[in-house]
């Protein structure tokens, strides 16, 4: 068999990979035009902290994403790859002024190792009055290293990489059994799906190697410790398709932050980012069978629309994908 992989961004690549695990003599090609530090994944701060409002076909899938995902990340953060994938453990705080329900996520209360209320003294790490708070214990993963390494993975495995961009799902160069559809925000045309949408990202990674713990405060206010960098930010702006840096983003998120932790005024910018996160309400992984004029038919399942949990949930919306193309294979998907 032949499966094709539309996208390498980190939803590609967890997919590609899930298919070679599943299928051990098919053959795997990723098709895309961009790599690494072209997607919006490399952007991530890539911590394992779902939004509660993320949501799948149904409550019972979406919790099963969540699961199988932080098992996939926690398994790499145990294995001696760790390093080389860009996964390790990290703790943090949610704190929040407004309502206790800000801190609190029903995905991972349960899921991760530690997740419990902040103490009083807690409260008081961070400046800001906070009121409310919660302490957990999660995985976090670097896409600037864990892309790489997963496609190397992917290669070794004896998967084809092929680079071309696909405007029309029949421009695909072969005859797939089925292909995946991982594409983002690609998806929208592609697609033509109205209900994807561009939540505009911004964020500054900054030299701050004495921070050790993730902060999250009011009004998408983050800052997050990674292997090399801090990640600050950030901003959720809907329906925006600016690529372009902004200097009162950057203003606001310096503000907001430098307000939490003060000691980061002395922090050196490293890099200030942009990506476009590809939001959808509901998160489609779902099958679908489509000819063209001509009548050559071709299996697809997609995979796309994991906003700006993209890195949180990919591990698990890939063994669904996978689980969805065996179907369609067998005869049993709800076309």
Known sequence: MHFGVLGSGIIGLTS????????????????????????????????FRPGTSFMGPTKGITQQWMTDAFNYWDEIRRSKESALAGVCQLSGYIYSRTTPSVVRNHFIEQLLPVYRRATEEELKLCEGGWKYGSFFTTCLTESRLFLPYATEKFLKNGGQVVRQHVSNFFDVPKDFDVLLNCTGMGAKELCNDQQLVPLRGQVLKVRAPWIKTAFYGDLDTYILPGFETVTIGGCRQYDSYNTEWCKYDSMSIKERCYNMLPSLKKAEIVRECVGLRPHRAVVRVEPELITNPSGRRLKIVHNYGHGGYGVTTAPGTAKYAVKVVRDMLAGNSKL
């Open 16 to 47: 590609a990979l899930e298919l070679q695990k599943e299928f051990p003599t098919a053959q795997v090609s990723i098709i895309a035009d961009r790599f690494n530090e072209d997607t919006v994944s490399y952007v991530a701060a890539g911590i």
